[in-house]
C-alpha cells in the first residue's frame, strides 16, 4: 500500500489526534480512538487496499487489510505527522499501561482479550497444523503408524519422531505462549505472565505426580499433593487454554494495584517480583485448577449436545459460526478444540466448523466470478486474496470483513452452504480429527473420514458459490450505483484510446467500485457538474486529466439557495481538510437541493442527508445535508429520487427541514465537493456570499486536450 493510502486511513479515521493507540494482528489494523463519532465507515472502506471496516463498542474501531497488514501498519507509524503526534514506543507503552476494561463494553472487552491471547500466534498454529496434516497424510498411505495414537506413536522411528516435535512444540507450550499475548494485553509484563505460567509447566513440577495421592470428589478422582500443608491439586497443563487466561486477567488487575501502591523509581524491582510472589502459588492452587475445570464444563457442554443428537450438531455448528466469528465468540470455541483433543484425544467440532469456511470460501469464489463478468477491478482484487487466504490458510476474516459483511445479500446464500454441508455430515455420522488444524484445501487429509468431510466441505463451497453467482451479491440499487460508475470509466477511457468502451474483461469498474464505496460515505459519494440547466456540460477524459495541464474551465453551480463559504468552515475534519476532496460549502436558506444538469443518481440515501450523481461530463460531486444528519434517521427529510435514475437538470432532490435540523442540535452547513479533485488541474471556489441555485460556486479546471 502507497504511502498516501496509509495517510488517507489515518484521516478517515479523524487524524492522529483522534488515535489513542494503533496494534495489528494477522489481517486488521486495530485502533483505539479517542471518539469514534469522527469516523467515516464509507470513507474507510473507500481507502485502496481497505476491505472493510468494523466499528465496535468502547471506540474500537478495525479496518480489513489482509495479509499486508503489517506493511500498512508499518507505513502508517512512519507516516511524519504520526512521528510527530506521538513515537511508536509511546504508543506501544500506552497501550500496554492499559488493564481490563471497565464494565461499560464488557462483553467486547471480553471477545477481544480472547481474540489478541490468540491472534498472534495464529502463524505458529498455522504452521504447526500443515504438520499434522503431513502426518495423517503419511499415516493414511502406511508410511508410517498412526501417529496420534500413543502406543503406536512410541513405534515410529527417530527421524519420524523428531517431525512429530514439529507441531508438538506449539500445542505442548501453548498455555507459555497464551500468557504471553494475554498478559501483554491487560498491561501485565508478558515475561511475567509467561514466567508464572512456566512454574507448572517445568518437569520439576510434573515430578510432583509421585508425591500424589488420588482424592475421592463429587464422585470423580482427583491427584493431590502438600505443598506446606495445603492441598495441590494436580494436572498435566501441556494444551491448556483456560487457566493461562484467568491467570493473565488477574495478573493484570494485580500489575494495577502495585504500580499504584509502589514509588515509580523502584516499580522496575518490585512490581515484578511482587506479582510473581502472588500470582505463582495463587495459580499453582487456585486459578490453574480452576481454569482446567471451566474447559472441562464448557467441553463437557457441547460433548454431550453432540452425543445427544450428532445430526442437530453437526447442522447447528456451521449455521452459527457466521454469526460467532464477527462478534469474536469463536474464540472460547477453539480453546474447547484444543481441550477436546488433550482429553479425548480428538475434536468433534472442527468437522462441521469446516462447512462454514467452505461455505465462506464459496460465496468468496461467487463473488469473484460475477466481478470478473461484471468487469469489477477491485472487488476481483479484493476476491482474489480472499480466496487464496481462506483455501490455503482456512482463514476467513479477509472473506467475511471484506466482502460478506459489506453486501448483506450473500449471508442467506452462504447460511444455505452451511447447511448442505452440516447435513452431509449429520447424515454421514460426524466428522472427527486428532488435532488442531485450520480448515483448508491443505488439511482435508488430518479429519478421520476424509471422504465423507471431503464431499461435505465441496457440496458446502459450490451451492453457496452457485447461488451468489445466480442471485448476485449487490441489490438492484446497488448494482445500478455500480454499472453506472463502470460504465462512465469506460466511456472516459474509450475517449482516451479515441476507441469504443471496453466490453472485454479489463474493461475496467476499478475506480467506479471505489468511487461507489465513497458515495456511500458521509453518505454518499456524490458525482455530478452541477451547473446551471443552460449551459452545456464538458465531457473530461481520464487521458486528459493524467497530463494536469490547464485547459478549459467547467463551472459548477450551487445546488441549493445560501451563503457560500470556504469548505474548510465545515465543522467536520474529513470536509475541511480535503479528504474527501476540494469545493465549497453553502450555508443553506433554502429547503431543497436539485439537480443542475443531466445524469445519474449513483447513491441516494433513504436518510436523505446526502447524494450522488455522474453526470454525463464525469465530474463527480458529493452533495451532503448537514454533518451527522444521518443521526437523523431521515426525520424532516423528503427524498424525491432512488439510486440509478435517470435526472434532468433543476430535478429536485431532496427536500429538507431546517427546523428540525437545528432543534436535533446539528449544522445544517452543507458540503458540495468534487470527489474526483485529482482528475484535474485545479479545482476553485468562484462562489461566494449569497448564492441562488445554479449560481457559479465551483471551478474546475479540465485538462487540456494531448497534442
Known amino acids: 500500500m502507497a504511502t498516501n493510502s496509509a495517510a488517507d486511513i489515518v484521516d478517515s479515521v479523524g487524524g492522529p489526534g483522534n488515535i489513542e493507540s494503533l496494534t495489528h494482528c494477522a489481517t486488521r489494523l486495530r485502533f483505539q480512538l479517542r471518539d469514534s463519532s469522527h469516523v467515516d465507515q464509507e470513507v474507510v472502506e473507500s481507502v485502496p487496499g481497505v476491505l472493510g471496516a468494523v466499528p465496535q463498542q468502547g471506540n474500537r474501531y478495525q479496518v480489513v487489510i489482509g495479509g499486508a497488514v503489517e506493511s500498512v501498519y508499518n507505513d502508517i507509524m512512519a507516516l511524519p505527522e504520526m512521528k510527530a503526534r506521538d513515537s511508536a514506543a509511546a504508543i506501544k507503552a500506552a497501550e500496554r499501561s492499559k488493564g481490563p476494561r471497565g464494565k461499560s463494553a464488557w462483553l467486547d472487552s471480553l471477545f477481544e482479550y480472547l481474540s489478541d491471547s490468540f491472534r498472534p500466534i495464529l502463524g505458529a498454529l498455522l504452521g504447526a497444523s500443515l504438520f499434522i496434516t503431513f502426518m495423517s497424510l503419511m499415516s493414511t498411505l502406511d508410511v508410517i503408524p498412526n501417529w496420534s495414537n500413543p502406543d503406536e506413536a512410541s513405534q515410529l522411528s527417530p527421524s519420524w519422531q523428531f517431525v512429530n516435535l514439529c507441531w508438538q512444540c506449539v500445542f505442548v507450550f501453548l498455555p507459555l505462549m497464551i500468557a504471553y499475548n494475554a498478559s501483554k494485553k491487560v498491561g501485565a509484563d508478558p515475561w511475567v505472565g509467561f514466567s508464572v505460567m512456566a512454574v507448572l509447566m517445568l518437569p520439576q513440577f510434573a515430578d510432583l505426580e509421585q508425591y500424589t495421592h488420588k482424592v475421592t470428589v463429587a464422585g470423580q478422582e482427583i491427584q493431590i499433593v502438600d505443598v506446606f500443608g495445603i492441598p495441590l491439586t494436580f494436572f498435566d497443563y501441556s494444551s491448556q487454554v483456560f487457566p493461562p487466561l484467568i491467570m ?20 522496575l524491582i518490585f512490581v515484578p517480583f511482587l506479582a ?50 464477527p462478534l469474536g465468540l469463536h474464540w472460547p470455541i477453539n480453546a474447547i478444540m484444543l481441550l477436546n483433543i488433550q482429553q479425548l484425544g480428538y475434536d468433534y467440532i472442527q468437522g462441521p466448523m469446516g462447512a462454514w469456511n467452505f461455505a465462506c470460501f464459496g460465496a468468496t469464489a461467487g463473488v469473484l466470478v460475477l466481478a470478473w463478468r ?32 459489506r453486501f448483506k445479500r450473500i449471508y442467506p446464500r452462504l447460511l444455505v452452504g452451511c447447511f448442505v454441508g452440516g447435513l452431509i455430515i449429520g447424515i454421514g455420522g460426524g466428522v472427527t480429527t486428532n488435532a488442531f488444524v485450520f480448515t ?3 488439511t482435508i487429509p488430518a479429519f478421520d473420514s476424509v471422504v465423507l468431510y471431503g464431499i461435505a466441505v465441496a457440496a458446502a463451497f459450490f451451492t453457496a458459490m452457485i447461488l451468489v453467482m445466480i442471485s448476485g451479491f449487490r441489490t438492484p440499487e446497488q448494482q445500478a450505483e455500480f454499472e453506472a460508475i463502470r460504465d462512465a470509466e469506460e466511456q472516459e477511457r474509450a475517449e482516451a484510446k479515441g476507441t469504443s ?25 456524490t458525482t455530478a457538474v452541477i451547473d446551471r440547466p443552460d449551459r452545456a456540460t464538458a465531457t473530461l477524459s481520464k487521458a486528459d486529466a493524467d497530463t494536469k495541464v490547464a485547459g478549459p474551465v467547467t463551472e459548477i453551480g450551487a445546488p441549493l ?4 463559504v470556504p469548505i474548510s468552515d465545515v465543522p467536520d475534519p474529513v470536509f475541511a481538510k480535503g479528504t474527501m476532496g476540494s469545493g465549497a460549502a453553502i450555508k443553506p436558506s433554502g429547503d431543497t437541493v436539485y439537480a443542475p444538469a443531466d445524469g445519474m443518481v449513483v447513491a441516494a440515501q433513504p436518510t436523505g442527508h446526502a447524494f450522488g450523481l455522474v453526470l454525463d461530463g464525469g465530474i463527480e460531486l458529493l452533495i451532503h445535508v448537514g454533518i451527522d444528519t444521518v443521526q437523523m434517521k431521515g426525520d424532516g427529510f423528503d427524498v424525491k429520487v432512488k439510486a440509478g435514475q435517470k435526472v434532468t437538470a433543476g430535478t429536485p432532490l431532496v427536500t429538507f427541514d431546517k427546523a428540525k435540523i437545528a432543534a436535533a442540535g446539528y449544522s445544517d452547513i452543507t458540503p458540495v465537493v468534487i470527489m474526483n479533485t485529482k482528475k484535474f488541474p485545479s479545482v476553485t471556489q468562484i462562489g461566494t456570499g449569497q448564492v441562488s441555485v445554479g449560481d457559479p460556486l465551483i471551478a474546475v479546471e479540465k485538462p487540456a ?3
Open 248 to 267: 493473565a486477567a488477574v495478573l493484570g488487575y494485580l500489575t494495577r494495584y502495585l504500580k499504584k501502591l509502589i514509588p515509580d523509581n523502584v516499580q
Open 276 to 325: 510473581m510472589l502472588i500470582m505463582i502459588p495463587l495459580t499453582a492452587f487456585l486459578i490453574g485448577p480452576f481454569g482446567v475445570y471451566v474447559g472441562a464444563g464448557l467441553a463437557d457442554i457441547l460433548k454431550s449436545i453432540n452425543d445427544f443428537s450428532p445430526f442437530i450438531f453437526a447442522i447447528v455448528v456451521p449455521l452459527a459460526y457466521p454469526f460467532m466469528v
Open 374 to 405: 461484471q468487469r469489477d477491478r477491485q472487488m476481483k482484487q479484493t476476491a482474489t486474496g480472499a480466496l487464496a487466504a481462506g483455501l490455503l490458510g482456512g482463514i476467513s476474516e479477509p472473506s467475511l470483513y471484506g466482502i460478506h459483511l
Open 440 to 442: 483448508s484445501l491443505l
Open 501 to 525: 468502451p471496453v466490453s472485454g474483461p479489463d474493461g475496467g469498474g476499478g475506480g467506479g467500485a471505489g468511487l461507489a464505496a465513497g458515495a456511500a460515505a458521509g453518505a454518499a459519494a
Open 561 to 564: 439557495e445560501g451563503e457560500a
Open 705 to 707: 486536450p494531448k497534442e
